[in-house]
């Protein structure tokens, strides 16, 4: 038998009013509330229509952002500025989060929530073109963030990981440096964060006339400060000879700037660092942090509106957009002088 509202009332522990309520996105629900009833509704299988929840609208209002991880600064930052442009838009949004397990990834992909919205904004991690039946299975409009963008399959609006990463190390080969160090690499990689600014780190360095050297190319696990942090204590040990660190995200860098900074180097007299991301922590660190500011707010901007035209324009032949929004050198104390 078809679970019901009554059902999902029970389960959640709420009236069947709140559960209403949830379903017809009234504004004043607590969230710890609308979770409730949205995981009673996904447990029991409950499949309100909520594209109907308004019969002259069809619409619930309601978009998905679906992210690898909030405790990384970048994406908590990326999920407030779509909530935001959202808001501004009239649309409220379903956080879901995956971590860096692929199962995890595809279970939220095809959990029932996925369909119970008008529309997803998802941050690819761990598909790859292998994959794209998975995103096929994706009833509802979808705008593809990140770095991997299936063969076009869908919408996707990116940075310009590459370029950054190109301008972070030659704004230090233009300040002296010459034995830059690339840290966060991901070892195998070919189309993800890691594999695009490692490219724009060796075009640098090409460009330049500076050989590339295996040796200053430090792995990193997930970015995160800890592995930032390990990934330069490890590299400081094997006594590599440096004067500057083109770090893949501003977390790392961090981690690392810490490291430097305790084992007596000066920054950036001793060595010179840049990070990526721009995230808010980059304005208050001891220095303050030269980063490439990837246009986050642009991203999310431009995401929000093309999946709002592409729930609207639903009859509408589709031709999937490919968008890379603008960067910018953020210079700071780290790498002045």
């Known amino acids: 038998m078809a679970a019901t509202m009554h059902d999902v009332s029970r389960l959640a522990g709420v009236s069947i009013k709140t559960?209403?309520?949830?379903?017809?996105?009234?504004?004043?629900?607590?969230?710890?509330?609308?979770?409730?009833?949205?995981?009673?509704?996904?447990?029991?299988g409950y499949t309100p229509n909520l594209s109907a929840r308004s019969l002259r609208s069809g619409r619930t209002n309601v978009i998905s952002l679906m992210i690898p991880d909030l405790r990384n600064a970048y994406f908590a930052e990326l999920a407030d500025s779509?909530?935001?442009?959202?808001?501004?838009?009239?649309?409220?949004?379903?956080?879901?989060?995956?971590?860096?397990?692929?199962?995890?990834?595809?279970?939220?992909?095809?959990?029932?929530?996925?369909?119970?919205?008008?529309?997803?904004?998802?941050?690819?991690?761990?598909?790859?073109?292998?994959?794209?039946?998975?995103?096929?299975?994706?009833?509802?409009?979808?705008?593809?963030?990140?770095?991997?963008?299936l063969n076009g399959t869908r919408d996707h609006v990116t940075m310009r990981n590459t370029e950054g990463a190109r301008a972070a190390t030659e704004h230090l080969i233009a300040g002296g440096r010459r034995r830059v160090v690339a840290l966060g690499a991901h070892p195998g990689e070919e189309i993800g964060s890691a594999a695009l600014r490692l490219e724009g780190y060796r075009?640098?360095?090409?460009?330049?006339?500076?050989?590339?050297?295996?040796?200053?190319?430090?792995?990193?696990?997930?970015?995160?400060?800890?592995?930032?942090?390990?990934?330069?204590?490890?590299?400081?040990?094997?006594?590599?000879?440096?004067?500057g660190v083109v770090a893949f995200n501003d977390a790392i860098a961090l981690g690392a700037l810490r490291v430097l900074q305790e084992s007596g180097l000066r920054i950036p007299e001793d060595v010179?660092?840049?990070?990526?991301?721009?995230?808010?922590?980059?304005?208050?660190?001891?220095?303050?942090?030269?980063?490439?500011?990837?246009?986050?707010?642009?991203?999310?901007?431009?995401?929000?509106?093309?999946?709002i035209r592409r729930i609207e324009g639903s009859s509408e032949v589709f031709v999937p957009e490919e968008i890379a929004v603008p960067f910018r050198l953020v210079q700071r104390e780290s790498s002045a002088g």
């Open 19 to 44: 559960v209403s309520n949830v379903i017809n996105d009234y504004p004043y629900v607590r969230e710890e509330t609308r979770r409730k009833v949205l995981d009673a509704i996904a447990t029991l």
């Open 82 to 149: 779509v909530m935001r442009a959202a808001a501004e838009r009239g649309l409220a949004v379903l956080i879901e989060q995956f971590g860096d397990d692929r199962q995890h990834e595809i279970d939220v992909l095809r959990q029932p929530r996925a369909r119970m919205v008008d529309g997803v904004l998802y941050s690819v991690l761990t598909l790859d073109q292998g994959d794209v039946d998975l995103i096929a299975e994706l009833t509802t409009p979808v705008v593809l963030l990140g770095d991997r963008s």
């Open 203 to 243: 075009q640098a360095l090409e460009a330049a006339g500076i050989p590339f050297d295996e040796s200053l190319v430090v792995p990193v696990g997930s970015w995160h400060r800890r592995n930032g942090a390990e990934g330069m204590r490890d590299f400081l040990a094997a006594g590599t000879p440096f004067d």
């Open 272 to 307: 010179a660092v840049v990070g990526f991301d721009d995230i808010d922590e980059t304005q208050y660190s001891m220095p303050t942090l030269s980063t490439i500011d990837p246009g986050r707010e642009e991203i999310a901007a431009t995401a929000v509106d093309l999946l």
